[in-house]
């Protein structure tokens, strides 16, 4: 795969998560740099990853080869007006938000090269499940090079544009539904008597085979859910469906386009 320049505009979590990960991966590019509006972040980025290049503008960023767009939709058109005068048609521009569509951007940018990614934290060790979109123009060689690129952080796969916002709360979103919660368990269990690393594996070990006999067993939901007849907290199950229906869905309202 031929080196690229990269260029972030935004310095915060995925940033910090995707660079990780090409770390992980001893991965190389011509160059990384990144623009943020706030200073102590650039300057704790390069504390941690000095190999990046820190610039001044986001019109600075935008001329690499590669430009990733990691910021919250509510500034991204605002964004776009100030950087499209140096996006050319060469550039692969990609938007790591929901709910601005390619076609938005489209509007502004001169370049048909616009690929929209839902990123994962899970990608921070490499096993990110990313779903990817890409422009109508874009020719099968571009989405290859950008595939190739993206699978560094994980399982990158292309999908409808519009299930991206879906796959934004089933897999951006979805582990913060669950790691309170398995670390609360963690503490439980030391006050049981059992070690931190009894607690971890436990809990871990117990995961992994859970998920596969829900999705691997060749049974029904409700045949699974029925292999333990006591239940602790089964009162609570109708108020913790509720709790994700009211707050999904409605999170879904809000981020679709």
């Known amino acids: 795969m031929k080196t690229k320049s990269l260029g972030f505009i935004g310095g915060g979590r995925i940033t910090r998560i995707f660079l990780q990960a090409f770390v992980n991966k001893k991965a190389i590019f011509e160059s990384i740099s990144v623009f943020d509006s706030n200073p102590e972040t650039l300057q704790e980025l390069k504390q941690k990853?000095?190999?990046?290049?820190?610039?001044?503008?986001?019109?600075d960023a935008a001329k690499?080869?590669?430009?990733?767009?990691?910021?919250?939709?509510?500034?991204?058109m605002e964004m776009l007006e100030k950087i499209k005068a140096e996006i050319t048609d060469q550039t692969l521009f990609?938007?790591?938000a929901p709910k601005?569509?390619?076609?938005?951007m489209a509007a502004v940018?001169?370049?048909?090269?616009i690929v929209r990614l839902i990123p994962n934290a899970t990608s921070v060790?490499?096993?990110g499940y990313n779903p990817v979109s890409f422009?109508?123009?874009?020719?099968e060689i571009q989405k290859w090079y950008i595939l190739e690129m993206l699978n560094l952080l994980g399982y990158t796969f292309e999908a409808a544009e519009e299930k991206l916002e879906a796959y934004a709360l089933l897999s951006a979103m979805l582990p913060t539904y669950f790691w309170f919660q398995w670390h609360e368990l963690e503490k439980i269990g030391a006050q049981m008597g059992l070690s931190e690393a009894e607690c971890r594996e436990s809990i871990y070990e117990t995961l992994n085979a859970s998920l596969n006999t829900m999705y691997?067993?060749?049974?029904?939901?409700?045949?699974?859910?029925?292999?333990?007849?006591?239940?602790p907290i089964g009162e609570n199950e109708d108020q913790i469906k509720e709790i994700y229906q009211e707050k999904l869905t409605g999170l879904y309202q809000k981020i679709k386009p």
Do not use: C, R, Y
Not at 64 to 76: Q, S
Not at 109 to 113: E, G, K, T
Not at 222 to 229: A, D, H, Q, S, T
């Open 109 to 113: 940018l001169p370049s048909n090269q």
């Open 94 to 96: 990609i938007s790591l």
């Open 135 to 139: 422009a109508p123009e874009m020719s």
């Open 100 to 104: 601005i569509t390619i076609a938005k």
């Open 49 to 59: 990853f000095p190999f990046i290049q820190v610039l001044a503008s986001a019109p």
């Open 125 to 127: 060790i490499n096993h």
């Open 216 to 231: 691997h067993a060749g049974m029904k939901p409700e045949e699974v859910m029925n292999l333990i007849p006591v239940k």
């Open 64 to 76: 690499k080869d590669v430009v990733f767009l990691a910021l919250h939709p509510p500034v991204i």
